[in-house]
T-cell receptor
Framework: SAVISQKPSRDICQRGTSLTIQCQVD?????MFWYRQQPGQSLTLIAT?????????ESGFVIDKFPISRPNLTFSTLTVSNMSPEDSSIYLC???????????FGEGSRLTVL | RKEVEQDPGPFNVPEGATVAFNCTYS??????FFWYRQDCRKEPKLLMS???SGNEDGRFTAQLNRASQYISLLIRDSKLSDSATYLC????????????FGTGTRLQVFP
């Protein structure tokens, strides 16, 4: 199992600003995953963050909009840049410590952009 | 066609009832299947993996039908605490860690 701490848990931001979400895991993991869950929608993978290399982004997501850092094996950040109301969503980081498909999620960061 | 499709519900059932959810997936090469549970305003958590032979965990039974490309979740003797959204999750292939999530089926159990 894994314990994942995310912050902020929620924030209200102005259009055009940027917000960085932090994710701390209580154990070393090779890959960390960033998901987005928009209201009434499924979880959508934004990118996979590997330590020591650039993140791998899914179709529809780009590094300029969602830059990711992965400075070590227990920590990652996701930045939502130049926010618009369409970015209002829950952002979740997750890890798979057993490589079995069981993802452990942080509690999520609920972002509202005005 | 969505990669993973679920009936969004809600399914409203009385305590003690048996309820079943289905989920279809589009990629016939998909390798691994899971049911996750998500409580309101909480993160998703693994409920159970779905094996080819089917598997049971207490009141919960999951089955896989590869020929028809669907998986199912059966909940017997529903409890109030079973009220949640149940997410169908598929791993498209062995050489990826990516998981595809369905939109979820909402279950509401009433007294």
């Amino acid at each position: 199992s894994a314990v994942i701490s995310q912050k902020p848990s929620r924030d209200i931001c102005q259009r055009g600003t940027s917000l960085t979400i932090q994710c701390q895991v209580d154990s070393q993991v090779t890959m960390m995953f960033w998901y987005r869950q928009q209201p009434g929608q499924s979880l959508t993978l934004i990118a996979t963050a590997n330590q020591g290399s650039e993140a791998t982004y899914e179709s529809g997501f780009v590094i300029d909009k969602f830059p990711i850092s992965r400075p070590n094996l227990t920590f990652s950040t996701l930045t939502v840049s130049n926010m618009s109301p369409e970015d209002s969503s829950i952002y979740l980081c997750s890890v798979d410590t057993t490589n079995t498909g069981e993802l452990f999620f942080g509690e999520g960061s609920r972002l509202t952009v005005l | 066609r969505k990669e993973v499709e679920q009936d969004p519900g809600p399914f409203n059932v009385p305590e003690g009832a048996t309820v079943a959810f289905n989920c279809t997936y589009s990629n016939s090469a998909s390798q691994s299947f899971f049911w996750y549970r998500q409580d309101c305003r909480k993160e998703p958590k693994l409920l159970m993996s779905v094996y080819s032979s089917g598997n049971e965990d207490g009141r919960f039974t999951a089955q896989l039908n590869r020929a028809s490309q669907y998986i199912s979740l059966l909940i017997r003797d529903s409890k109030l605490s079973d009220s949640a959204t149940y997410l169908c999750v598929v791993r498209p292939s062995y050489n990826t860690d990516k998981l595809i999530f369905g939109t979820g089926t909402r279950l509401q159990v009433f007294p």
